[in-house]
């Protein structure tokens, strides 16, 4: 059964550095998303993206954030500039197309630690 | 704003039936819908509603009344793999922006 896959599942970096979180979407979906989830916490949507381009976000990704689907399978969340609050589970979802039975399939997700 | 709301916690016994309601306030709604996670893992898709109606899917069943822009989620024949939290997410129009409510903890007993 196709899956959505992340790597790392665990990433712990200072204050201040810049990770790269990296999802690969199954392979015939056209549409992905990000969330994130603080421990025991509810999942916050951040961004969707669709046909190489943010389809909607949301008012936590500021500037410090940004996606990218850099070849045919990956789509990655870079985090610029590190802070204590960001501290989370990051899912990676993906969907063949919004609004139909809209089932987003989510991967395992990452879990980012900031020091 | 969008807003929406969940009972925190459920307590139920095995076999029985348990249902979580789900109201809420968006601009834009789009359609309804449920995801089960489990402690330490992802979110599971569950069920979708974008009309009036139930929606059935085994066990599970789903209802949305758009007009009280109210759902629910009914679990039937409660085993003790169902212990999870359940989330309600309203998506808004065109469907790219899912936001999720605070979750509802169902604990089953024997």
């Known amino acids: 059964e196709p899956e959505v896959t992340q790597t790392p599942s665990h990433q712990v970096t200072q204050m201040g550095q810049e990770v790269i979180l990296r999802c690969v979407p199954i392979?015939?979906?056209?549409?992905f998303y990000w969330y994130r989830q603080i421990l025991g916490q509810k999942v916050e949507f951040l961004v969707s993206f669709y046909n190489n381009e943010i389809s909607e976000k949301s008012e936590i990704f500021d500037d410090q954030f940004s996606v990218e689907r850099p070849d045919g399978s990956n789509f990655t969340l870079k985090i610029r500039s590190t802070k204590l609050e960001d501290s989370a589970m990051y899912f990676c979802a993906s969907s063949e197309a919004p609004g139909s039975s809209n089932e987003q399939f989510f991967g395992p997700g990452t879990r980012l630690t900031v020091l | 704003g969008q807003s929406l709301e969940q009972p925190s916690e459920v307590t139920a016994v095995e076999g029985a039936i348990v249902q979580i309601n789900c109201t809420y306030q968006t601009s834009g709604f789009y359609g309804l819908s449920w995801y089960q996670q489990h402690d330490g893992g992802a979110p599971t898709f569950l069920s979708y509603n974008a009309l009036d109606g139930l929606e059935e899917t085994g066990r599970f069943s789903s209802f949305l009344s758009r007009s009280d822009s109210y759902g629910y989620l009914l679990l039937q024949e409660l085993q003790m793999k169902d212990s999870a939290s359940y989330f309600c997410a309203v998506l808004n129009t065109g469907g790219f922006k899912t936001i999720f409510g605070a979750g509802t903890r169902l604990f089953v007993k024997a």
């Open positions: 392979s015939n979906h056209l549409y």
